[in-house]
């Protein structure tokens, strides 16, 4: 299951505060914002910055220039069709997605890239080049732009002391005890005159 949440905005802050989980916050170790991969045998960290892709062993010189060919790659017709997989190959090359995509895709989803959708998996992403025309031009000036923000919080991975389970628990605290089901077999949702309805069994098989 998660165990973590990136906090980056003051709002969701506000959130955990309301919620009372402000106060019961815990930030990662910045130690592992590191993430690594086995390339020709070795470990290699990955690159945090647009520098040290310059630096960085785990990608070749060729993988380097198709990295940062990105700049002048025309921005994509209908991205929200694409899959992760094909999104990240036409943007930053076949190399930067087997060996930085792919692997952080699946630590986090689990899933199949070719499969996933891009406009749902990494909708920020998608608007970064859509509004720049390049990922990493947009990154960078919106990294800029955050830095010149006085309210803008620091990005970071934070969990609770009592594990994420906490959140969705003191989300249950803030709702009405009748609008909780817990334990029933989800069976249909459906969508009727812009309203979801949602139908269900409970325990003892009784359908809702």
Not at 1 to 14: H, I, M
Not at 17 to 45: C, M, W
Not at 126 to 149: C, M, Y
Not at 168 to 195: C, D, H, M, W
């Given at each position: 299951?998660?165990?973590?949440?990136?906090?980056?905005?003051?709002?969701?802050?506000?959130f955990?505060?309301?919620?009372?989980?402000?106060?019961?916050?815990?930030?990662?170790?910045?130690?592992?914002?590191?993430?690594?991969?086995?390339?020709?045998?070795?470990?290699?960290?990955?690159?945090?910055?647009?520098l040290?892709v310059?630096?960085?062993?785990?990608?070749?010189?060729?993988?380097?220039?198709?990295?940062?060919?990105?700049?002048?790659?025309?921005?994509?017709?209908?991205?929200?069709?694409?899959?992760?997989?094909?999104?990240?190959?036409?943007?930053?090359?076949?190399?930067?997605?087997?060996?930085?995509?792919?692997?952080?895709?699946?630590?986090?989803?689990?899933?199949?890239?070719e499969?996933?959708?891009?406009?749902?998996?990494?909708?920020?992403?998608?608007?970064?080049?859509?509004?720049?025309?390049?990922?990493?031009?947009?990154?960078?000036?919106?990294?800029?732009?955050?830095?010149?923000?006085?309210?803008?919080?620091?990005?970071?991975?934070?969990?609770?002391?009592?594990?994420?389970?906490?959140?969705?628990?003191?989300?249950?605290?803030?709702?009405?005890?009748?609008?909780?089901?817990?334990?029933?077999?989800?069976?249909?949702?459906?969508?009727?005159?812009?309203?979801?309805?949602?139908?269900?069994?409970?325990?003892?098989?009784?359908?809702?």
């Open positions: 299951g998660p165990n973590s949440v990136t906090l980056d905005a003051t709002d969701l802050r506000e955990f505060d309301e919620l009372g989980l402000g106060d019961k916050l815990i930030e990662s170790n910045q130690r592992s914002r590191k993430r690594f991969i086995v390339r020709d045998g070795n470990l290699v960290a990955l690159p945090l910055s647009p040290s310059l630096t960085t062993r785990a990608f070749s010189f060729f993988g380097k220039l198709r990295l940062l060919r990105e700049f002048s790659v025309s921005r994509l017709e209908n991205p929200e069709m694409l899959s992760v997989a094909s999104f990240f190959k036409q943007r930053l090359g076949e190399e930067a997605f087997k060996y930085a995509g792919d692997p952080f895709i699946s630590g986090v989803y689990a899933g199949d890239p499969k996933l959708s891009v406009q749902h998996t990494f909708p920020q992403m998608l608007e970064l080049e859509q509004a720049h025309g390049s990922i990493l031009r947009g990154f960078l000036k919106t990294s800029k732009a955050r830095k010149k923000e006085p309210t803008a919080l620091k990005r970071q991975l934070v969990n609770f002391k009592d594990g994420m389970a906490s959140l969705p628990n003191a989300l249950v605290g803030k709702l009405r005890s009748e609008n909780v089901r817990t334990g029933v077999t989800l069976t249909r949702i459906k969508q009727e005159n812009g309203t979801w309805k949602v139908q269900w069994n409970d325990t003892d098989g009784t359908a809702n």
